[in-house]
C-alpha cells in the first residue's frame, strides 16, 4: 500500500541546535500531520498543514516548531532550538482528504536531545 | 479538549483466545473513530474507522463497538495469534475539526502460541 517514507530515522543532536526532520508523504496526498511520542506515552498531535498553510497546532507545537513542504518536496518540522524535552519520536503523516480521511502514517524519527 | 483513556496498558493472550480493548473519550462531538495497529519499528497501520453513526462492525476477525451513550469504543479480536502481537491505538477526531487524531495510550498485545 501507499507509504510514508521519514528521514532519518534517529538523530542525536546537542541541546540548542536546530534540527530538520523529513518526511516524504503519498505523492498524491494533500494534507500533512506531525504527531510527538515521547517514550511510553501517548501520540500527541502537533500541526497539521494543507495547501501552505498550517491548519491547527497545539500547545506542544512551540514558537521553535515550524513547517514547511516548499514546492511539492519533503514536508519537513524544524526545531530552532532544539531543548532537552522535545526528545521522542516524531511521526508524520498524511491524507489525501481531510476529516475521515486515512492517514497514512511514517515509521517515525526517534530524536534525541543531549 | 478531548480526552482518550485507553486500557488495559498490557494484554497477553494465548492463540485463539479473544483480546478485548477498551477506549472512552469525553466530547460528545467526537464524530470518526479509528483503531490502528504498530509493529516495531513501523509506522501506524490503519485497522478500522468508523462513523458515529455506527454502533458495531465486523472485519476480518475484527469487531468494533461503538457506545455514544457510554462514550466507550472497544476492540475484539477474536482467534488472536501471533502475528497479531502489537501496539494498538484507539484514535478520535471531531466533527468539523482539522482531522487531527485524539489518540488513547496504547495496548501492548501479546499472543503467545
Known amino acids: 500500500g501507499p507509504k510514508v517514507l521519514q528521514i532519518p530515522s534517529h538523530q542525536i543532536i546537542d541541546m540548542g541546535q536546530m534540527v530538520t526532520l523529513n518526511c516524504d508523504p503519498v505523492?498524491?496526498?494533500?494534507?500533512f500531520y506531525w504527531y510527538k511520542q515521547i517514550l511510553g506515552q501517548q501520540m500527541e498531535f502537533l500541526v497539521n498543514?494543507?495547501?501552505?498553510?498550517?491548519?491547527?497546532k497545539s500547545k506542544l507545537f512551540k514558537d521553535q516548531f515550524s513547517v514547511e513542504r516548499p514546492d511539492g518536496s519533503y514536508f519537513t518540522l524544524k526545531i530552532q532550538p532544539t531543548a532537552l524535552e522535545d526528545s521522542a519520536v516524531y511521526f508524520c503523516?498524511?491524507?489525501?482528504?481531510?476529516?475521515?480521511?486515512?492517514?497514512?502514517f511514517g515509521p517515525g524519527t526517534r530524536l534525541t536531545v543531549l | 479538549g478531548e480526552q482518550v483513556e485507553q486500557r488495559p496498558p498490557h494484554l497477553s493472550v494465548r492463540e485463539g483466545d479473544s483480546a478485548f480493548i477498551i477506549c472512552t473519550y469525553t466530547d460528545s462531538a467526537t464524530a470518526y473513530f479509528y483503531w490502528y495497529k504498530q509493529e516495531p519499528g513501523a509506522g501506524l497501520q490503519l485497522l478500522m474507522s468508523?462513523?458515529?453513526?455506527?454502533d458495531r462492525k465486523e472485519e476480518q476477525g475484527l469487531t468494533v463497538l461503538l457506545n455514544k451513550k457510554d462514550k466507550r469504543l472497544s476492540l475484539n479480536l477474536t482467534a488472536a495469534h501471533p502475528g497479531d502481537s502489537a501496539v494498538y491505538f484507539c484514535?478520535?477526531?471531531?466533527?468539523?475539526?482539522?482531522?487531527?487524531?485524539?489518540f488513547g495510550e496504547g495496548t501492548k498485545l501479546t499472543v503467545s502460541s
Open positions: 468508523v462513523f458515529s453513526n455506527v
Open positions: 503523516a498524511s491524507s489525501l482528504l481531510g476529516v475521515y480521511a486515512e492517514q497514512f
Open positions: 505523492s498524491n496526498h494533500l494534507y
Open positions: 484514535a478520535v477526531s471531531v466533527k468539523g475539526g482539522s482531522a487531527k487524531l485524539i
Open positions: 498543514f494543507y495547501n501552505g498553510k498550517v491548519m491547527e
